[in-house]
């Protein structure tokens, strides 16, 4: 493994380096910065909290000197890595002179227009910058390094359009640094397209498979959300993410966890900007254990100290699966990714496992008592005034359950936004107005001290 010193970077940068106390540099950042110095193309397969804004960062901070004009844009596919990327850049050229900016939508846009005026940096997502571009308050014309900052995920989201028109407006004489967890064949074809002899870098995922357990419940759907309760409840953890589908299953997750004592904030697309950041921040900060979210924070931001990460609802692809787990069992720390599993999941979790390499074991269910759920955003909350308990899942539960072994048929409902909300509505009456077949087994042991408040 090399040294920061045996890179080829300025001592100020060093310095720099030294003293927000990095030591060792990373693969990514082992492998990319040399070539980024020394004027190439790259590609790199890098997955979040791998450090591959450190490494296109030192190019920039490197390269550019300030009060040029914009020199430089990073595209990234969300709000919060574009912000979260100009705050790194800030702190890792905070030796040299250079005005960095983050651009993106869900902020007033007269700001971002005065700041752009003095901008050497910025960092944005592609529909403010075409935003930008179209009322003529950038001027791309000038840039001499160009960053796709996961890359794949922004053509995921349906952003290579945008992207590509945008990549027209640069100065054609620029260096490109492509950074992505996959190498799609349309990320093959913007290379060919768009970068000049692209030299191909990877790194291997930060997360250490010996690290991370993985474990899914096969519940009834009518008690899925008290089986999530039972879980935050028992397992000792430090920071949570609970993934869902939809906005709509993750506000209802959120405030039936706060309903039962658990203190959770939710995180998704029709959050505004502000709260998106103010939420973020308590989370990074421990102030919230529990952070309920749709896909949205599942690939980009580099969280730390997540020990667990749940599945409330299965994506619907393996790849989606891995980008969720690989949250958790980072740097050396033990993670646990647990998916809770119910007859609407079924199609999607089949879909999730063709993916060879991933291992999930399923786990016995224990019983739980039901909890307490609101089915709806300012009604009135529903409370079982028994303290059943309901067993389930691998003790029987319902008729035509398929295996998981690899080889089950494939079973479950159709999995679109419409149809998960509407389950989710279902599944809480059901918490309140029948018995399952199946659920979780053994008998709470009481509240855990972390999640008990």
Known sequence: M?????????????ETIRSIKFEIPSEIQEKAI??????KDIIAGSATGSGKTLAFGAGIIEKLSGREGIKSLVLTPTRELAEQVATSLKKFSRHKDLKIIPIYGGVGIEPQIRDLRTADVVVGTPGRILDHMQRHTIDLSRISILVLDEADRMLDMGFLDDVERIIEKCNKNRQTLLFSATISSEISLIAKKYMRNAIEVSAESQ???????QVYYDVDTGIKFSALVHLLRE???DLVLVFCNTRHNADFVTRNLRINDIEAKVIHGGLSQNKRSNVLGEFHNGKVLVLVCTDVAARGLDIKNVSHVYNYDVPKTSKDYIHRIGRTARAGEDGKAITILSQRDYENFQAVLKDPEIKIQRLETPIVPRVKVSLER???????????????GSRGGFRGRPSFGGRG????????EERSDRDSRDGGRREFRGRSSGGFGSRSRGPSRRFNR
């Open 2 to 14: 090399a040294k920061f010193e045996e890179l080829n970077l300025s001592e100020p940068f060093l």
């Open 235 to 237: 397992e000792k953890s």
């Open 207 to 213: 997360v250490d498979p010996s690290k991370l357990t």
């Open 378 to 392: 300012e009604s009135r909350e529903f409370n079982r005034s028994r303290s059943s308990n309901f067993r389930g």
């Open 34 to 39: 040399p070539l980024i110095l020394d004027g």
């Open 409 to 416: 048929r494939e079973r479950g409902s159709r999995d679109s």
